[in-house]
């Protein structure tokens, strides 16, 4: 049984730092790609970003380019997203998901993703 699971959501100043993890069992996150993605309310679902099964991650949406970084620890099977430069438009619960395989955009598609974590949230007050 695949089970995702997040952590490291909390309550961030404006312009501080979050590193949100996600922990695998059931699939090796070597052997898959995996997403993470956000949704504020009202909303709709966003990519943030995504480590491929290569290792190499997918081009990052604007809002994340410079500031998000996803990473992998095969020996942990956790894939981490570090934020940076928080602000108050980042706040939503944020998802990982995985799959077996993704290439370019089709890394933002979530309806591609079967596998979903429970969500953690993000909080960036001013």
């Known amino acids: 049984q695949v089970r995702l699971v997040e952590s490291g959501g909390g309550l961030v100043q404006t312009g501080g730092s979050l590193r949100l993890s996600c922990a695998a069992s059931?699939?090796?996150?070597?052997?898959?790609?995996v997403g993470w993605f956000r949704q504020a309310p009202g909303k709709e679902r966003e990519f943030v970003g995504a480590v491929k099964r290569s290792g190499s991650t997918a081009t990052y949406p604007y809002f994340a380019e410079g500031r998000f970084t996803v990473s992998r620890d095969i020996a942990q099977n956790t894939v981490f997203l570090q934020m940076n430069s928080l602000q108050s438009e980042d706040t939503a619960v944020y998802y990982c998901?995985?799959?077996?395989?993704?290439?370019?955009?089709?890394?933002?598609?979530?309806?591609?993703?079967?596998?979903w974590g429970q969500g953690t949230q993000v909080t960036v007050s001013s």
């Open positions: 059931g699939l090796t996150v070597g052997n898959y790609a």
């Open positions: 998901a995985a799959r077996d395989y993704c290439s370019g955009y089709g890394c933002y598609e979530s309806n591609s993703y079967p596998y």
